[in-house]
């Protein structure tokens, strides 16, 4: 009876353990986003102008140069900064300047953001500057999109195509 | 700290005292936290290489395999997938229950601290692997995980492009990137099984697998888990769709909410901040260091019982270098030794007889040899009169025997109860010096030494060497095993044993030696 008893215990000790195992292997949930945001992710890399304009070189320079690196202009390495904006309906979600990757400063900028957005209809802009102007941007794209509820909505920058990259809905 | 500690070992001695109630001291959880996680990494293993066969790495094809294991198969596949998820989940909650407690028990410094360091990358290794195993089932769960992690991997100035930029739209990923994974998953178990071994490298005869009956027992609550709640997949990811609201598997996961909340390099700056914190806990602060074991050549016949018996390596033999007619002599490594004087208890030269020579046994303790012991019992014992004179002899790591208030009793700390010779025990009643000697030392399970009561019991038991005598009348002998804050059990057993000692201070023994009286407390 007493042995009985104790596989009885020891059935119950199993027990809890497994309620222990099972329950926080799922639970609590966790709430990462509430259900009825979306999401905007901004994520691309692009290198700025170089900082500085491309000099002729004398042939006396050139001379001096070892055969094999021979070159009519030096440019100077080191690129100028992004400068990034983001706006949602009017008001500024985002506004920095990028500093370029790499040691020395030539490599491009890059940037990975991402902003929890209500769902619904909303007015985006975003306008980048690449170059050394003071004033105004170098690029800059628009749209009315409608998010639903948990939908991402990615901005990117092709290059090669010269211009803002949205992925999502957009109207 | 010490309250810290203090507190944990209430809470376990609770917790053990509570489990006792339906388990044996061998079959005790509390007592095989590290084969109870040894077991559940090889239920993982195998589990693991049987869903791996039928897993497929894709995009789409990986959530797609585990479900078909899941749900066409759920009377193998299924319980396989199961098992690999509860099993995993049970290696970390025995982990870190298994660090609580040594940490609780004041395990972990001192010469230990090798085995509580390796046990750091331990930790992390097995953290990777669940994370890379969520992964790969590819569905929201995975995606929130994907996601998360690399953007905190992103944070560290060390990759070029934003790897979170994988998983940017549904098309940026590709099937390529679960081969990495599955390699991941695969490479870190190996690494982790690697460094396990190194963990258990400075402990002697690690206890590596439960005894039968648990591992039975703890498999079949697995497999019970596995049919009554299986595992189950959350949805297949989808990169256009935030995964708001996940089910997480907070055994592995449960950091992931905080980098949510805090900047990267504040999450970094707190793991790593734990993570050298567990790092260093080993000399936070240092333990005091023992002069520990010395070898006396002249009395070494080179019997390597001290080797057998060392609960740490921490004794080894060497051809002999004295030219005495013996082919090897014991050599203590200081590094590892911890003082227990476990080996000087096994030594068969630690007799007390020995009168005309000054007693050095051929391995003994510098600062605390057992010659002091003898004298300490001798002028301990003198004081004691009448019937049911009791020694006992205590150890530094349980119930503090000297605070004992039990009329007509003599006592005396070892550092460990399994670093007293039987021999002594022989020399108490030869010598007529008490009625009675009580062997009070750590409780059940949790002997701080490792070895010093399992020893003790077994040559009291005379099952191993060096024995009991058999002149020795074994009903004269308490064992009583009390964890240090169990004084009033400890005590509550000394008076029951000192109840059973004939009230004539001559009487003989009622029973005969085979057929004492062991009073566990």
Same mark, same amino acid.
């Given at each position: 009876?007493?042995?009985?008893?104790?596989?009885?215990?020891?059935? @119950?000790?199993?027990?809890?353990? &497994?309620?222990?195992?099972?329950?926080?292997?799922?639970?609590?949930?966790?709430?990462?986003?509430?259900?009825?945001?979306?999401?905007?992710?901004?994520?691309?890399? %692009?290198?700025?102008?170089?900082?500085?304009?491309?000099?002729?070189?004398?042939?006396?320079?050139?001379?001096?140069?070892?055969?094999?690196?021979?070159?009519?202009?030096?440019?100077?390495?080191?690129?100028?900064?992004?400068?990034?904006?983001?706006?949602?309906? #009017?008001?500024?979600?985002?506004?920095?300047?990028?500093?370029?990757?790499?040691?020395?400063?030539?490599?491009?900028?890059?940037?990975?953001?991402?902003?929890?957005?209500?769902?619904?209809?909303?007015?985006?802009?975003?306008?980048?500057?690449?170059?050394?102007?003071?004033?105004?941007?170098?690029?800059?794209?628009? &749209?009315?999109?409608?998010?639903?509820?948990?939908?991402?909505?990615?901005?990117?920058?092709?290059?090669?195509?010269?211009?803002?990259?949205?992925?999502?809905?957009?109207? | 700290?010490?309250?810290?500690?203090?507190? *944990?070992?209430?809470?376990?001695?609770?917790?053990?005292?509570?489990?006792?109630?339906?388990?044996?001291?061998?079959?005790?959880?509390?007592?095989?936290?590290?084969?109870?996680?040894?077991?559940?990494?090889?239920?993982?293993?195998?589990?693991?290489?049987?869903?791996?066969?039928?897993?497929?790495? #894709?995009?789409?094809?990986?959530?797609?395999?585990?479900?078909? $294991?899941?749900?066409?198969?759920?009377?193998?596949?299924?319980?396989?997938?199961?098992? %690999?998820?509860?099993?995993?989940?049970?290696?970390?909650? +025995?982990?870190?229950?298994?660090?609580?407690?040594?940490?609780?028990?004041?395990?972990?410094?001192?010469?230990?601290?090798?085995?509580?360091?390796?046990?750091?990358?331990?930790?992390?290794?097995? !953290?990777?692997? #669940?994370?890379?195993?969520?992964?790969?089932?590819?569905?929201?769960?995975?995606?929130?995980?994907?996601?998360?992690?690399?953007?905190?991997?992103?944070?560290?100035?060390?990759?070029?492009?934003?790897?979170?930029?994988?998983?940017?739209?549904?098309?940026?990923?590709?099937?390529?990137?679960?081969?990495?994974?599955?390699?991941?998953?695969?490479?870190?178990?190996?690494?982790?099984?690697?460094?396990?071994? !190194?963990?258990?490298?400075?402990?002697?005869?690690?206890?590596?697998?439960?005894?039968?009956?648990?591992?039975?027992?703890?498999?079949?609550?697995?497999?019970?888990?596995?049919?009554?709640?299986?595992?189950?997949?959350?949805?297949?990811?989808?990169?256009?769709?935030?995964?708001?609201?996940?089910?997480?598997?907070?055994?592995?996961?449960?950091?992931?909410?905080?980098?949510?909340?805090?900047?990267?390099?504040?999450?970094?700056?707190?793991?790593?901040?734990?993570?050298?914190?567990?790092?260093?806990?080993?000399?936070?602060?240092?333990?005091?260091?023992?002069?520990?074991?010395?070898?006396?050549?002249?009395?070494?016949?080179?019997?390597?019982?001290?080797?057998?018996?060392?609960?740490?390596?921490?004794?080894?033999?060497?051809?002999?270098?004295?030219?005495?007619?013996?082919?090897?002599?014991?050599?203590?490594?200081?590094?590892?030794?911890?003082?227990?004087?476990?080996?000087?208890?096994?030594?068969?030269?630690?007799?007390?007889?020995?009168?005309?020579?000054? +007693?050095?046994?051929?391995?003994?303790?510098?600062?605390?040899?057992?010659?002091?012991?003898?004298?300490?019992?001798? @002028?301990?014992?003198?004081?004691?009169?009448?019937?049911?004179?009791?020694?006992?002899?205590?150890?530094?790591?349980?119930?503090?025997?000297?605070?004992?208030?039990?009329?007509?009793? &003599?006592?005396?700390?070892?550092?460990?109860?399994?670093?007293?010779?039987?021999?002594?025990?022989?020399?108490?009643?030869?010598?007529?010096?008490?009625?009675?000697?009580?062997?009070?030392?750590?409780?059940?399970?949790?002997?701080?030494?490792?070895?010093?009561?399992?020893?003790?019991?077994?040559?009291?038991?005379?099952?191993?060497?060096?024995?009991?005598?058999?002149?020795?009348?074994?009903?004269?002998?308490? $064992?009583?095993?009390?964890?240090?804050?169990?004084? %009033?059990? *400890?005590?509550?057993?000394?008076?029951?044993?000192?109840?059973? $000692?004939?009230?004539?201070?001559?009487?003989?023994?009622?029973?005969?030696?085979?057929? #004492?009286?062991?009073?566990?407390?």
């Amino acid at each position: 009876m007493r042995s009985v008893l104790r596989y009885l215990g020891q059935a @119950a000790v199993y027990g809890v353990i &497994a309620v222990i195992l099972g329950y926080f292997s799922v639970a609590p949930a966790y709430r990462h986003l509430p259900e009825e945001d979306s999401q905007v992710k901004i994520s691309f890399a %692009h290198g700025a102008k170089p900082k500085g304009e491309c000099r002729r070189l004398t042939a006396a320079e050139i001379a001096e140069l070892a055969p094999n690196m021979r070159r009519p202009t030096s440019c100077p390495r080191e690129r100028l900064p992004l400068l990034l904006e983001f706006e949602l309906d #009017g008001n500024r979600m985002f506004s920095e300047s990028l500093p370029p990757t790499g040691l020395a400063g030539d490599g491009p900028s890059r940037i990975y953001r991402t902003f929890p957005v209500a769902a619904g209809r909303h007015h985006v802009v975003v306008r980048m500057r690449d170059s050394d102007r003071t004033e105004g941007y170098d690029y800059e794209r628009e &749209a009315v999109v409608e998010l639903v509820p948990r939908q991402i909505f990615v901005i990117g920058f092709k290059a090669d195509t010269g211009n803002f990259v949205f992925v999502g809905a957009e109207r | 700290m010490n309250l810290a500690k203090t507190w *944990l070992r209430t809470g376990f001695q609770w917790a053990e005292r509570a489990l006792g109630l339906f388990f044996s001291d061998a079959w005790n959880p509390l007592f095989n936290l590290g084969a109870l996680g040894f077991f559940y990494y090889w239920v993982v293993a195998v589990s693991g290489i049987y869903v791996y066969i039928f897993f497929d790495t #894709g995009t789409t094809e990986a959530y797609d395999s585990i479900e078909y $294991l899941t749900r066409d198969q759920w009377y193998l596949g299924g319980v396989m997938r199961s098992l %690999h998820r509860y099993a995993s989940d049970g290696m970390v909650l +025995m982990m870190g229950i298994h660090m609580l407690r040594e940490f609780s028990l004041d395990r972990y410094r001192g010469s230990r601290w090798f085995t509580w360091f390796t046990g750091v990358p331990i930790f992390w290794l097995v !953290i990777v692997c #669940g994370i890379t195993g969520y992964w790969l089932v590819w569905d929201e769960l995975a995606q929130y995980i994907a996601i998360a992690t690399t953007e905190l991997l992103d944070t560290l100035p060390i990759f070029g492009e934003p790897i979170a930029g994988n998983f940017l739209t549904p098309g940026s990923l590709d099937d390529r990137f679960f081969t990495l994974m599955i390699f991941i998953h695969i490479a870190a178990p190996l690494i982790l099984l690697f460094i396990l071994w !190194i963990h258990l490298q400075r402990v002697s005869r690690p206890r590596i697998n439960p005894p039968r009956g648990l591992a039975v027992g703890t498999f079949l609550m697995l497999v019970a888990l596995s049919f009554v709640f299986p595992a189950e997949s959350q949805g297949p990811a989808d990169l256009g769709v935030v995964p708001a609201t996940v089910d997480l598997d907070w055994y592995y996961l449960a950091g992931y909410p905080l980098i949510d909340l805090w900047p990267g390099w504040l999450v970094w700056s707190f793991a790593g901040t734990v993570t050298l914190i567990l790092a260093v806990l080993p000399w936070m602060p240092p333990m005091r260091r023992t002069t520990g074991a010395v070898v006396n050549l002249d009395n070494c016949n080179g019997c390597a019982r001290c080797v057998d018996d060392c609960p740490f390596n921490a004794v080894v033999m060497a051809p002999r270098s004295d030219g005495l007619a013996f082919d090897q002599e014991a050599v203590v490594n200081s590094d590892l030794c911890v003082g227990c004087g476990i080996c000087a208890g096994a030594c068969p030269t630690s007799t007390p007889f020995r009168r005309r020579r000054e +007693m050095v046994p051929g391995i003994d303790l510098a600062d605390r040899p057992l010659k002091g012991v003898r004298e300490q019992i001798e @002028a301990v014992t003198s004081e004691l009169s009448g019937a049911r004179r009791v020694l006992i002899v205590g150890c530094d790591h349980g119930v503090p025997v000297a605070g004992l208030d039990i009329p007509n009793t &003599a006592m005396i700390a070892m550092p460990c109860i399994g670093a007293l010779p039987p021999s002594f025990i022989d020399f108490v009643f030869s010598r007529d010096l008490a009625d009675g000697v009580c062997l009070a030392g750590c409780g059940e399970g949790e002997c701080f030494n490792r070895f010093g009561v399992r020893w003790t019991e077994d040559r009291v038991a005379r099952e191993r060497d060096p024995y009991l005598r058999r002149r020795v009348p074994r009903e004269r002998i308490a $064992l009583c095993w009390a964890a240090s804050s169990e004084r %009033h059990r *400890l005590e509550g057993a000394v008076q029951g044993f000192i109840a059973t $000692l004939p009230e004539a201070a001559d009487s003989p023994p009622a029973m005969p030696p085979q057929q #004492g009286v062991t009073v566990d407390a």
